[in-house]
């Protein structure tokens, strides 16, 4: 692990670790006293707090579109003469192959 750069400006510690761009700022997950920091492990600090919070929104908004979506299409499926009055429906579905006495064969494969 390479090593991190302490730099006191304005009385405000920045951490500095160098890449292959240059130095960056880090947000290290010990705090001073050795104490764990959760806010710093999670989020990295509040740059990527904000990156996630938009990311998991535009996650959250696509999934509740797409939800939205296929409920109408199953309420289409399920009921289409709400949908389009013109169509023809019948109120007694057709479940058996006889037709006023005459037998019916459909065939739906070709």
Not at 44 to 47: A, E, I, L, N, Q
Not at 80 to 84: E, L, N, Q, T
């Given at each position: ?12 510690i920045?951490n ?5 761009l240059?130095?960056?700022?880090v947000h290290?997950?010990?705090n001073?006293d ?6 710093n492990?999670?989020t990295?600090?509040?740059?990527n ?5 938009i ?7 696509a999934?509740y579109?797409f939800?939205?979506v296929t ?8 009921n ?5 009055p013109d ?9 058996s ?14």
């Open positions: 692990m390479e090593k991190i750069r302490r730099i006191i400006v304005d009385e405000d920045i500095l670790k160098k890449d292959f240059g130095y960056r700022i290290p997950i010990r001073d050795g104490t764990f920091n959760t806010f492990f999670i990295g600090g509040w740059r707090l904000i990156t996630l919070i990311i998991l929104t535009i996650i959250g908004v999934l579109g939800m939205q409920d109408s299409c199953r309420d289409l499926a399920e289409p003469c709400d949908y389009f169509l023809y429906c019948q109120e007694n579905q057709f479940d192959g006889f037709y006023n006495g005459i037998e019916i064969e459909i065939d739906l494969a070709r």
